[in-house]
């Protein structure tokens, strides 16, 4: 069975602070990592995955397989980067048969 | 692409009645998920169905509870009598096949208020 942790239901920062959001996932196979955001009132939608290797909005996650982690991180907060944030697992499987599985979220609050 | 399109934006509504919440996914995509999203339990998956044919609904919570899509471009999610319980941000998402492990497009959700 594949499962998402995120210890953190909150985490508050201030401005200009590093932000460290916690993921850590279990799954027998490989899997594929996913971070998904939601700012107020807004959809969800993709902010990044780990297969992309690419920095969005100054965020960065890296795949950790021994230590099972993917761990989202920016050095510099901003207020604008409020919001909820979920981790998903999908399993690395070809076809797109695959059924993400999503962390509780962890919502990040940036204050001025 | 409007993205995907979920009406009504709020529902309220008394306990015992019946809600019915509404999905239009991006044309093309042949996966369709229902989520429900609470402070408590964060982001649940319900059911999802794949060129129309519910594949797995092993998340709805009970038997009020019943989804269909009568075509690739409309799913419903009925809740029929509705609880207090029930309330939630419900969120549709649709994707589609083409690509490895494509991500999911959301809704903007429905936040149904059950009094």
């Known amino acids: 069975a594949q499962r998402v942790t995120q210890p953190e239901k909150l985490l508050s920062v201030f401005k200009g602070a590093p932000v460290e959001l916690k993921c850590n996932y279990s799954?027998?196979?490989?899997?594929?990592l996913f971070w998904y955001v939601q700012y107020s009132r807004q959809r969800l939608q993709l902010l990044l995955r780990?297969?992309s290797r690419e920095s969005i909005k100054g965020f960065t996650a890296d795949l950790n397989k021994g230590e099972t982690s993917f761990h989202l991180k920016k050095p510099f907060a901003q207020e604008e980067d409020s919001a909820m944030y979920y981790c998903?697992?999908?399993?690395?499987?070809?076809?797109?048969?695959?059924?993400?599985?999503f962390g509780r979220g962890t919502s990040l609050i940036v204050h001025p | 692409d409007a993205g995907v399109i979920q009406s009504p934006r709020h529902e309220v509504t008394e306990m015992g009645q019946e809600v019915t919440l509404r999905c239009k996914p991006i044309?093309?995509?042949?996966?369709l998920f229902w989520y429900r999203q609470t402070m408590m339990r964060g982001l649940e998956l319900l059911i999802y169905f794949n060129n129309n044919v519910p594949i797995d609904d092993s998340g709805m919570p009970e038997d009020r509870f019943s989804a269909k899509m009568p075509n690739a471009s409309f799913s419903t999610l009925k809740i029929q009598p509705s609880e207090p319980r029930d309330s939630a941000v419900y969120f549709c998402a649709s994707r589609h096949t083409d690509s490895y492990n494509s991500p999911l497009h959301f809704g903007n959700g429905t936040r149904l208020t059950v009094t």
């Open positions: 044309s093309g995509h042949d996966y």
């Open positions: 780990h297969i």
């Open positions: 799954y027998s196979g490989s899997p594929e």
């Open positions: 998903a697992l999908a399993p690395h499987a070809s076809g797109g048969s695959y059924i993400p599985t």
